[in-house]
């Protein structure tokens, strides 16, 4: 029964991010009409989790073994969760965060694929060193981001402010995301650790 509700989750999740995505990229339905458009939102950690997460979800409902990839994707979607959450609610407003795609890829998608990596996707444990690999999403996209800021410069291409006080600065929080991330995949570790 945990198996069918969690590939019924996992295919719900699927949908729903490729719906978004699909909507927010090719300015489709009232989704769409509330974005600029274009691939330009793949430059977003919350776009590239929630594509990784449903890429791993559908992977999941064809019956692939992606347990650790699973792992993976939650953590990083979970530190959408709790950013969102817990720093840019209060700072912008939950209105501004909640709505629209947001609603979906901030909210839905994040917890639906908590829930079920938590609740109901009871396959494998996993030991510290899988909590390690968990932080591969996060640490590519530090990597991206670092690389994008030193090949093309700050004006532009800080699209989160990370550089705006300056290199210590923009290099201690890029050191802090992957080590949260990591926090944050211990936690989700601890009903199914090894």
């Avoid at 909640?98 to 639906?112: D, I, R």
Wanted: aromatic fraction near 14%; charge should be positive.
């Amino acid at each position: 029964m945990k198996r069918t509700i969690s590939k019924t989750i996992n295919l719900l999740i699927g949908i729903i991010v490729l719906w978004t995505w699909l909507s927010v990229t090719f300015r489709l339905g009232r989704l769409g009409a509330q974005s600029e458009g274009g691939l330009g939102n793949l430059r977003y950690f919350t776009v590239l989790s929630n594509l990784l997460q449903c890429g791993v979800s559908l992977a999941y409902c064809c019956g692939r073994k992606v347990s650790r990839w699973k792992y993976a994707s939650t953590t990083a979607i979970a530190f959408t969760f709790f950013v969102v959450l817990f720093f840019l609610g209060p700072a912008r407003g939950y209105d501004a965060v909640y709505t629209g795609a947001n609603f979906w890829s901030h909210l839905v998608v994040p917890l639906l694929a908590m829930v079920d990596f938590l609740c109901f996707d009871r396959e494998g444990t996993f030991t510290l060193r899988d909590s390690v690999y968990a932080m591969f999403p996060m640490l590519a996209y530090c990597l991206f981001y670092t690389g994008n800021l030193l090949l093309n410069g700050v004006e532009g291409n800080d699209w989160y402010g990370f550089a705006k006080a300056g290199p210590p600065a923009a290099a201690a929080v890029l050191l802090a995301l992957p080590a949260v991330n990591w926090i944050l995949a211990l936690l989700l570790r601890l009903p199914r650790k090894k």
